[in-house]
């Protein structure tokens, strides 16, 4: 009796792990419509590549766009897609160098894409590649959901990395990392405009954006010299030149917080 109770015990727990995600999906204002993106095709997922790239019964490979794996991404998507019958939405029908389409994936008939569910259930983190206002928020409300529950990584205290602690964040170099802080200075050097979390320029953290990234900044309407003295999250890969870096070249990458906000749990 024992034995089976553990064995049902296995069964339960994912499921109630999905439904509490759908809940808080679907919670959040009209999930579906912003992402509703033409459809570019459909198909049946024969297998599960990696923690972002799936491969139709067809042959085609689709990579997952919006997202970042976590550890817990490819298990997720296994649950999720394997032998779900798609369908394919993207503004741009063009194959990466690899020949994967890049997509948001919707299961059967559903409103919601998987890319929302894994976020919400903190198996995946936003990417900042969706350019699309209004799906991009869409993404972002997912994962901040899972953050304030606490949901997968983020129950771990150590995801968001604190830009004070710049050892912690050369520790994740070549990774794709969310960190926060204030940011003491905005300088600009030749082309590179730095965003310094520190005053030891060599060792502490910094965001780096190019001359070609700022008129993105400024058709979003952001200065990047208001910046100062504020508290902002960055996500990114990690670079570690001459000290923790993360390039900027998207503007979702870039997000204010509140001044009295606790680390971690903007919606």
Known sequence: MIGRQRNLSGHVTP???LIVAFLLVAGHCAFA?????EAIGEGRVAAIIDPRS????DGREVRLAGIEPTA???QALVSLLAGRDVTLRSPDDMPDRYGRQGALLFIGGSDTSVQAM??????AMVSAEIVDRDCAAVLMASEAAARRQKMG????????????SPDDILAEIGRFTVVEGKVLSVRQAGAMTYLN????WTRSFAATISRRTLPAFESAGIALKSLENKRIRIRGWVEGNTGPRIDIRLVGQVELLGANEPIGVRP
Do not use: M, Y
């Open 15 to 17: 499921r109630l792990h």
């Open 197 to 200: 979390f520190g005053r030891n």
């Open 54 to 57: 799936v491969r139709l019964a």
């Open 118 to 123: 894994l976020l919400a259930q903190g198996d």
């Open 72 to 74: 817990a991404t490819k």
């Open 33 to 37: 419509a912003p992402c509703q993106f």
């Open 153 to 164: 990584s983020w129950a771990d205290s150590s995801a968001i990395k604190n830009a004070e």
